[in-house]
C-alpha cells in the first residue's frame, strides 16, 4: 500500500504570499490531520478532517484553513503568509474507526517564508 | 492540561547500551500513546504505542513502560545501535479527539559506534 503523499515537497514564498498544500492518504483512510513542526515549538496540531468535514481545530489563526475532498484528499492554505509560517507541513492519515487511533505520517513540505 | 511533558532533550548512548526516554502528561482522558521517530528529512515514523490497559508493551527491541497513577510512560531501547540516532516524540490523545495528537517536545538520541 501507498504511504501518505505530500505535494510539494518544497516551497519557497514572500510574506502577504498564499500558498496551498496537499495530502494524499493512505487507501481507506478516511481521517486526515495537518500538523505544523518548528525547531522552536515542536510539533502543533493545526486541524483534522474527517468525511469532508472539520473534526478538530487547533490553536492557529484563521489565516490557516483547510478542506477535504470525497476522495478523502486533503488541502491546507495559509494566507498572507509571514515569516514565522516558515516550517514543516505534516499531514497524517488514518483509519478514523473504534480502537485505530493510529496516524501515518506523509514526508511534509518544508515552507519557507522570506 | 493538554500538555505533554517529554525528557531528555537529548541523549547520548554508547552502542549497545540502553536508551531511556521519558514522557509525562496531566489530562487523564488521554488513552492512547505512541511514540514516533523521525530521520532529518523525514515524516514522523510509528515505533510503538500502548493503551493503559496495559503496564507495558515490547516489539523488538523497544519497549514501552506505562504508570497509570503516576501518569507517565517511557521509551526503552536495548542494545542500541547507530542506526537508532534519530528524534524521539511521545505523544498523546484523547477519545474524544483521536485526530489530534499532543506531541512532547522531543529528544534527539545519539548512540556512539
Known amino acids: 500500500k501507498a504511504g501518505v503523499t505530500q505535494t510539494p515537497r518544497y516551497l519557497i514564498k514572500t510574506r502577504g504570499q498564499q500558498v496551498t498544500l496537499s495530502c494524499s492518504p493512505i487507501?481507506?483512510?478516511?481521517?486526515v490531520s495537518w500538523y505544523q513542526q518548528t525547531p522552536g515549538q515542536g510539533l502543533q496540531f493545526l486541524f483534522e478532517?474527517?468525511?469532508?468535514?472539520?473534526?478538530n481545530k487547533g490553536n492557529f489563526p484563521g489565516r490557516f484553513s483547510g478542506r477535504q475532498f470525497s476522495n478523502s484528499r486533503s488541502e491546507m492554505n495559509v494566507s498572507t503568509l509571514e515569516l514565522g509560517d516558515s516550517a514543516l507541513y505534516l499531514c497524517?492519515?488514518?483509519?478514523?474507526?473504534?480502537?485505530?487511533?493510529?496516524?501515518?505520517f506523509g514526508p511534509g513540505t518544508r515552507l519557507t517564508v522570506l | 492540561q493538554q500538555q505533554v511533558k517529554q525528557s531528555p532533550q537529548s541523549l547520548i548512548v554508547q552502542k549497545g547500551g540502553i536508551s531511556i526516554i521519558n514522557c509525562a502528561y496531566e489530562?487523564?482522558?488521554?488513552?492512547?500513546f505512541p511514540w514516533y521517530q523521525q530521520f532529518p528529512g523525514k515524516g514522523p515514523a510509528l515505533l510503538i504505542a500502548?493503551?493503559?490497559?496495559?503496564s507495558e508493551k515490547k516489539e523488538g527491541r523497544f519497549t514501552i513502560s506505562f504508570n497509570k497513577s503516576a501518569k507517565q510512560f517511557s521509551l526503552h531501547i536495548m542494545d542500541s545501535q547507530p542506526g537508532d540516532s534519530a528524534t524521539y516524540f511521545c505523544?498523546?490523545?484523547?477519545?474524544?479527539?483521536?485526530?489530534?495528537?499532543?506531541f512532547g517536545q522531543g529528544t534527539t538520541l545519539q548512540v556512539k559506534p
Open positions: 487507501s481507506g483512510h478516511r481521517s
Open positions: 505523544a498523546a490523545s484523547s477519545p474524544s479527539n483521536t485526530g489530534k495528537l499532543i
Open positions: 500502548i493503551r493503559p490497559d496495559v
Open positions: 478532517y474527517f468525511s469532508e468535514t472539520q473534526r
Open positions: 497524517a492519515s488514518s483509519l478514523a474507526g473504534p480502537g485505530t487511533d493510529t496516524q501515518y
Open positions: 489530562n487523564t482522558a488521554f488513552d492512547y
